[in-house]
């Protein structure tokens, strides 16, 4: 055991505990037919990048996150109940049930957006990037994706212009090894990431996800970088423990890699080692998992008792408030016929 | 013969059945190998046609519609997948500037015979960056055909023919269409390329759609005959090109039209078809030509809301009897 | 006061005296800073407002445009430069789903209050990539506004309004403007944002455009004139908000309309126009709305191809002596 | 001179030449007000990474290329007065007069075309990769392009696709130091390019473009590389000697700048290198140059006598001969109002 013992330790178990029972109960809101939309990407296994990355950073940071984001959040100080209720496509959801679990956002908390189009939210920091030294708000912007998000051409656009303008950036990798159906080594030749980073002038990590404390230290070492105006890179491998979405069975993988993948659990490494070190009893570990166990179980009752969007809603948040807004096709077409009788 | 087969059985087989006739035939796109495809239409492809021709890419689509531009130029055949048609907006550049134009730019050297498929459309949920309608953008875009399946069997035909076109020909499958099941005889001939299909023949309205949307109109249609209001329903079938004269035929005969598209309203394809039709058929309409179109908004993730945003055939209905009215 | 100015040095005022004013607006763009703009319209403002103000980019369409939704969502107001329209389709992924649907999505959280500045048409025989008239692909996408300036004024006044707005506005030039010089009082009172202008008010006829086919329409309607037919010429300014009030009252006026546009004509601008004149005036036209646009085909280098392939004032004017006749 | 003294350096002398004096000619075409089209690129300086890398091509080989691509093609066996001709929008070009200066093709000599759109014709190569493998065509495919396309998205793209799918593909930068007036330390901060393909798996190279020789190895390297499977990226490091188009005078850089760049002369440099190593004498060299100067003199009077295409000929084209046209709009508006008199 040479990872440095952190003693926020425990602190980091508990975000990493929250996501993974938070991400459990989505599953079961699914499975319930509760939640909007017919994609869910859960974020099991991958706790310590969220966890880990997040603690590193400071209240008034940004970040965007891919469509597996709902751990980023958490770990961000998102309020389970209304992502629940997001998830739920309900209006007491952070974005009143219209953006769902893909599009999940939150200025409050710095949280640019979630987003359904891989690589999307990438460039983004970079805007981010110059509002923050051009407003001299000291904030970093953290881009997160996925290791599909590799291979699209906009993240090198983006390392390019970071590293170019020293942005106050970083792009962080969640390496769960997959995209979809498409092991990384199916997806690229050179998975050592971080020589991509380090090719455009970039400071850049590969760290494995296991700890997350080297996680923790990793990150901040790039985030204190990257505030001082040099950019970086972080992959952090991790493994997808379930499916792409919740319905996804994982049959293009064998069932020994998934059994040897999920061993490289973050969670349980992190109790095991708060209790191999003698920060935190057993027992205490299991009432935390049991009190977050029941906050979890409380953001399904919010989420199904809350209500759905007045249909109304539809035409509202296109525009500004106040600005010409869109004339539905109902009114247009009444309109057009009343003449018509008239 | 007759069998029953859903949608995405029949584009299965049409690209298996032409993957078997052709041997320049590839299928290029993200998890059309080994996965079967987002959507299932590849599966087991890979089984009988090898890795060679069922190529699985890494998440780069700008690319991917490139590489088949390249391919089509050297001697393939190929069939480029765009998991969502809402990720146009990243191949946009290799599709219109390039696809679309070689064969003119160059002088009519060469061609880029590429079938790009992909599917859109709402009706899972899915949101606003996976539920859209973009149609509009390539008939916007002289050089490509588009071709937009609703039955069975034109799933089948249509990808058949396109296979065999001489220029690119994007190709929009509908999501919500995939589990249709119909009873079809893929022996019988079907129509030629271009041809719109006279659905139902009625002589107090004309609906001219494309799509999912051409089942909802029938839908209507139905409700509407119960009110002893008899439509004539056009699926397009192909929208580049565009088969005006069977319009035409059928609105001077009517003399009342609607057009329905799923997509946008606001210079989306519903425009083009009640521009046309108002421009061409002027002295034959008893009344404007009406547009049930997706509304000038996003699509929201809640379900009430997305299908909110869209025709469904009890508004088709509605708009139709009160045009009878 | 009066002043004579050309287009492109109204544009560059207008960002002159925006930035002034507005320390949270930023140019980002290529080219935009030391060389002042691939048409010029930049020049020397680096040397006014800082190079942290106008910020050379890489070429990297897709990040350009990313990078002013961030920025815009984060306190700054980004003006990006996309130096041709036709590199639209390298960035309608950032545009459409990402800057048009934020707000939406996001359930009205924040805006993302950015232009995107740039230039289209055709007149420079810069050949099929870099001619296009792109804006249906913008019009089609709610949430995206788009104003698209023909006069001097204009120029000036749309893009300082662009440049208040909550929301992204897409603000497309004509590349055949840049040059042209007209005596305008800066000074005197705007037309409102969303409103159209009537250019020339005539009782036999509407023609309804914008951007450089504005001023095809006035010489039309000068050459109409003389031989009795008197033309009302709308330019729309912005495509959205559309202001069809105007339209539809001259419309009505008068009963018979055409639609100009420089973009391609099927599933364009044109084809929403006209079909928004037919569905809405039916009763006050007297014959079908004509559509002059932009030819089903790309844009040649040769010369005469080139301007073969787009409307003119010749055309404009036969096709409207025909409809009078 | 530890170059490598080669045989066939005269014939790349003669290919250089021949370049050179064609964009010269070109340029006076434009300034005659003859071309079409008010965008020129002319590859003056840049004449050794068109000859260095076509003289490694075989026959059956296929390439793309950017707006500044005269010199390949004419590398590459083009008939200048038919490029000529196309430069000034004419039916006898290779084009018929459509295309122009960015839009040239030739489907005989492999040349799948030049491209307006900066790393456009990118992409293409991969697609002509899987050709040449799936139709054992045994040829490599070249995108020949500018430093100013080394940051866009879609180049990185398609390395990893040639990467990982061992194309036989080659990527050449023809590093001329700017993207208009964007000198390129303005646009990227880490100039070794062969980091980023290294990164990706390819084979990588930089290499000086004065001594023409250098560049036909390097690419000889790479394209022999690349038709055995592995995929390679070179960067030719040149001077762009005039402005970015024929109108641009440059003044964003300074004339000492400019001066000691177009120092950089691989015309030159090859001409001195010919009489130097006695492999040729001035005098014959003299003659030779002449005699190209003939030859690219007719290449303008061809141009400028060739007709320009039909305007009926805009109609074609757009889809292949024998499939549904396009209606013009003249035709249509006829239809229309015709039906309306009657
Ligand atoms: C541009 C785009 N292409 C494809 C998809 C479909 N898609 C959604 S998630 C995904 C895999 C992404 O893999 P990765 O980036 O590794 O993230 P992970 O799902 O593993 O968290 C794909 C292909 C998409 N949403 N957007
Ligand atoms: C996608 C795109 N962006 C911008 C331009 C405008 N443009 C044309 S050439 C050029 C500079 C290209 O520089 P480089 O790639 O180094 O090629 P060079 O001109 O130096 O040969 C630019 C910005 C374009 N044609 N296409
Ligand atoms: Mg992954
Ligand atoms: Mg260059």
């Known amino acids: ?342 | 013969m007759m069998t029953s087969m859903t949608y995405r059985d029949a584009l299965r087989k049409a690209l298996d059945d032409a993957m078997t006739d052709d041997s320049s035939i590839v299928v290029i796109g993200e998890e059309v190998g080994r996965y079967g495809g987002a959507y299932g239409v590849t599966k087991d492809l890979i089984k009988i046609h090898g890795a060679d021709r069922l190529i699985d890419t890494p998440i780069s689509e700008p690319a991917i519609v490139g590489t088949a531009v390249g391919a089509a130029m050297t001697g393939l055949r190929p069939v480029a997948e765009l998991m969502y048609i809402d990720f146009l907006g990243m191949t946009m550049d290799q599709l219109a500037n390039q696809a679309a134009k070689i064969r003119y730019m160059f002088g009519g050297q060469i061609g880029v015979p590429m079938v790009l498929r992909t599917q859109g459309g709402t009706g899972r949920s899915a949101g606003a960056q996976h539920s859209q309608s973009l149609e509009a953008w390539v008939m916007h875009t002289p050089g490509l055909r588009l071709a937009m399946p609703a039955t069975v069997a034109d799933a089948y035909h249509l990808l058949r023919q396109s296979l065999t076109k001489p220029d690119p020909v994007v190709f929009i499958e509908h999501k919500a269409l995939y589990t249709r099941k119909e009873e079809i005889d893929l022996d019988a001939d079907p129509l030629p390329w271009g041809k719109a299909a006279v659905r139902r023949q009625g002589d107090d309205l004309v609906i001219v759609t494309y799509s999912r949307q051409v089942f909802y109109a029938l839908e209507a249609a139905d409700a509407l005959a119960r009110k002893g209001i008899e439509a004539t329903v056009i699926d397009l079938r192909t929208l580049n090109p565009l088969d005006f004269d069977t319009v035409r035929e059928h609105v001077e005969r009517v003399g009342k039209a609607m057009v329905v598209s799923e997509g946008v309203m606001t210079s989306g394809v519903a425009a083009e078809l009640a521009a046309r039709i108002s421009e061409e058929c002027f002295d034959f309409l008893e009344q404007p030509v009406l547009r049930v179109a997706g509304e000038d908004i996003p699509i929201s993730v809640s379900q009430e809301l997305e299908s909110g945003s869209v025709p469904s055939a009890r508004m088709i209905a509605d708009v139709a009897a009160r045009m009878m009215a």
């Open chain 1, 1 to 342: 055991m040479d990872a440095p013992v952190n003693t926020n330790l425990l602190e980091l178990y508990r975000t990493m505990r929250r996501i993974r029972t938070f991400e459990e109960r989505v599953g079961e809101l699914f499975v319930r037919g509760q939640s909007a939309g017919s994609m869910l990407h859960l974020s099991i296994g991958e706790e310590s990048s969220a966890a880990g990355v997040c603690a590193a950073m400071k209240p008034q940071d940004t970040f965007t996150t891919h469509h597996r984001g709902h751990g980023i959040f958490l770990a961000r100080g998102a309020d389970p109940k209304r992502m629940m209720a997001e998830i739920g496509g309900k209006e007491t959801g952070y974005c009143r049930g219209k953006g769902g679990s893909m599009h999940i956002a939150d200025m409050a908390l710095g949280h640019l957006g979630a987003n359904a189009i891989v690589g999307g939210g990438i460039p983004a920091v970079i805007g981010a990037g110059l509002s923050s030294r051009h407003l001299k708000q000291d904030s970093v912007s953290i881009a997160f994706f996925g290791d599909g998000a590799m291979q699209q051409g906009i993240l090198y656009e983006s390392m390019n212009m970071a590293s170019l303008w020293n942005l106050p950036v970083l792009f962080v990798c969640i390496n769960n090894q997959y995209g979809m159906g498409t092991r990384i080594d199916q997806a690229t030749r050179n998975t050592a990431f971080d020589q991509r980073a380090k090719a455009f002038g970039l400071n850049g990590a590969v760290v494995d996800g296991l700890d997350v404390e080297e996680v923790q230290a990793a990150a901040r070492w790039l985030v204190d970088e990257a505030r001082a105006g040099k950019p970086g890179f972080l992959s952090v491998e991790v493994y997808r423990f379930f499916g792409h979405a919740r319905m996804d069975k994982s049959p293009y993988r064998e069932e020994a890699e998934e059994l040897e993948g999920r061993k490289k659990d973050p969670v349980l490494f992190a109790r095991n080692k708060l209790i191999d070190t003698g920060i935190e009893e057993e027992r205490i570990l299991d009432e935390l998992d049991k009190a977050i166990a029941a906050e979890m179980d409380a953001t399904i009752d919010f989420a199904v008792e809350s209500k759905a969007p007045p249909l109304g809603s539809m035409f509202k948040d296109v525009y500004a408030a106040g600005e010409p807004e869109p004339e539905s096709v109902r009114a247009r077409i009444d309109r057009v016929l009343a003449r018509d009788d008239a």
